[in-house]
């Protein structure tokens, strides 16, 4: 280090400065600046030789790997972003930890080995695996989104991107079986409860005009539909769609799942789910619940057999004229907390703002209704005629089955709000626009 000042000032400027080297060239820049010689008059009588003692300091100290600087800073100014090193972040993501005790306990490790070993691969299933899950739970991203933030957490994960692609064909290969293992050893983790199973479908669209193209096997000949397809979308959207369905416990914890083409029937989508669980399950009984649009004739005769029982939801509107009779028929109907006999207009007309009916405004009115009716059991039996003669029929058996009518004074009020609403939405555009211009919504009627 070495003092530098303007000679040619009568108030120079004192500075102490250090060289450095930049490949072959050198340069010297200020590291302190030690005050103007006017300045430096107040505290000495000879400024240049103090200057000259500061530097002799500073360099001893140097040398001895000891140094002070005294460093200005305005907290208040911000620092452009660049592509420099210094100017990423140093921190280090470790908000994973906790998840990594809990995915330790599902045993993937042994998994990824069992499926890999008969396989001559260079990378970690595991390690690819956990990352994923743990980007997919703290920072959803894409595969290339998540590759490229894995050097922001703490262990560093040495990962190809390529090999994380690779590792998806084998995770498909084995989702069967992967899925298993997850429900098998979940139970380390939380108690599992598979008493009743409730599945729905629904659909992701894509930013796409086209959809998949099919697929021929040249071995086999079989036509492979491909997964994106126009279909009903959830959102209203026009772009292809893939159908994706899953079924939980009682607790809402997920068991298992199944993706399909976008243009696939839902319903047809609940049965093979279902062979597969109760495969996991070890044929454990279950009440499946499901909304009524996954409530078809041939779930509910799945559901009767193997000690399995179902609920469904459905639409009165939709129902048979007879069953509709006695819906609306105002007898039979009994409280949900007691049992004790109740119409529906009693439950219609009482004063909700007497203390002593708060607990008749909270219960509901139900009615059983037994709609039994006759189904296809896929076998035969053989009928004898009165000549004598015999044939093979099919044989019929019986769909037990009950309609369970709810009625709430608290539901009746609330859905009689929204249509108010709705014919004083339709009111109000009838006074503003043309009726034949006016785009119904969703949640016109």
């Known amino acids: 280090m070495k003092l530098y000042y303007d000679k040619r000032l009568k108030d120079p400027t004192y500075y102490i400065q250090q060289g450095f080297r930049n490949g072959k060239k050198t340069t010297t820049k200020n590291i302190k600046r030690l005050g103007k010689h006017s300045e430096l008059l107040l505290i000495t009588d000879d400024p240049l030789e103090y200057a000259k003692n500061e530097v002799k300091k500073m360099n001893e100290e140097y040398r001895s790997g000891r140094s002070e600087f005294i460093v200005t800073m305005d907290f208040n100014e911000r620092i452009p972003s660049t592509d420099s090193p210094c100017s990423n972040s140093t921190s280090l993501n470790i908000g994973y930890l906790y998840l990594k005790n809990i995915y330790a306990k599902l045993n993937l490790s042994d998994f990824f080995k069992s499926v890999s070993s008969d396989r001559k691969i260079t990378y970690d299933c595991n390690k ?3 990352f994923l899950t743990y980007a997919r739970t703290l920072d959803p991203a894409s595969k290339y989104g998540t590759y490229d933030k894995l050097d ?4 560093k994960p040495q990962v190809e991107y390529q090999h994380m692609i690779r590792f998806l064909d084998i995770l498909d290969r084995n989702s069967d079986k ?4 997850l429900f098998d050893n979940s139970e380390n983790i939380v108690k599992r409860d598979t008493s009743v199973m409730y599945y729905d479908c629904t659909n992701y669209f894509f930013e796409t005009e086209k959809p998949d193209e099919e697929i021929v096997d040249e071995v086999t000949g079989e036509i492979i539909l491909g997964l ?3 279909g009903i979308s959830k959102e209203n959207k026009t772009s292809p769609i893939v159908e994706m369905g899953l079924i939980m416990d009682s607790r809402g914890i997920p068991i298992s799942m199944c993706i399909h083409p976008g243009n696939t029937n839902e319903q047809l989508t609940a049965v093979p789910l279902e062979k597969e669980v109760i495969k996991m399950t070890g044929n454990k009984k279950f009440i499946y619940c499901a909304d ?3 409530g078809s004739y041939n779930i509910r005769k799945f559901n009767d057999m193997g000690g399995r029982a179902y609920i469904v939801t459905q639409s009165v509107k939709k ?3 007879e069953i509709k009779d006695i819906v609306f028929n105002d007898s039979n109907y009994r409280l949900l907390s007691n049992d004790d006999a109740i119409t529906l207009k009693e439950m219609r007309t009482f004063n909700k703002k007497d203390a002593n009916n708060l607990s008749l405004y909270n219960d509901f009115a139900y009615k059983v209704i037994p709609t039994n009716t006759a189904m296809d ?5 053989e009928k004898v005629y009165k000549n004598g003669r015999t044939k093979k029929v099919k044989a019929k058996g019986t769909l037990h089955q009950y309609i369970i009518v709810t009625f709430s004074r608290k539901m009746m009020e609330y859905q009689r709000t929204i249509r108010e609403r709705q014919l004083e939405r339709a009111k109000k555009l009838l006074r503003l626009k ?3 211009k006016i785009k119904k919504g969703p949640n016109d009627i």
């Not at 922001?152 to 262990?155: A, L, N």
Request: glycine fraction near 10%.
């Open 228 to 230: 994106r397809q126009f």
């Open 292 to 294: 009524a649009g996954l």
């Open 128 to 130: 690819i695996c956990q």
């Open 434 to 436: 043309d009726p034949e």
């Open 178 to 181: 992967y899925l298993k293992h």
């Open 377 to 381: 059991t896929g076998l035969y039996e």
């Open 152 to 155: 922001t957490y703490y262990e």
């Open 319 to 321: 129902l048979g004229q």
